[in-house]
């Protein structure tokens, strides 16, 4: 299941964030069986997301606000953001797990 979150990225520094979309993959977990018949059983496995994309969609400066243009730097940003996301990958995976069982259960 494919998937997407918004989430603003503080870390920058200078009174600058960054609102960001997060393109991910999804995975639901499997549930815990008891007993197969053969007596054998099986622990599960928790849900899962791996990233696929990450976009750039506002650059707050101060108090300006700048929205992506065609410029070059929009792509560094992307990239600066990317490095931050998969640094932090698993505060940014949870975020992930958490929107795609929310999605999964309105179904």
């Known amino acids: 299941m494919r998937g997407e979150i918004e ?3 503080e870390e920058l520094g200078h009174q600058s964030s960054l609102d960001v979309r997060i393109e991910y993959d999804a995975q639901p977990g499997e549930p815990m069986v008891r007993y197969y018949p053969n007596g054998d059983g099986y622990p599960g ?3 899962t ?6 976009y750039v969609k506002k ?3 101060a108090d300006e606000e700048r929205r992506r243009s065609m410029s070059w730097l929009w792509a560094e940003l992307d990239f600066i953001a990317e490095d931050i996301i998969l640094n932090n990958w698993e505060t940014y995976h949870d975020l992930c797990v ?3 069982d929310s999605w999964a259960e309105e179904r």
């Open 59 to 61: 650059w707050f400066v």
């Open 98 to 100: 958490e929107d795609a």
């Open 49 to 54: 997301a791996d990233y696929r994309n990450v």
């Open 45 to 47: 496995s928790p849900p």
């Open 7 to 9: 989430v603003t990225i």
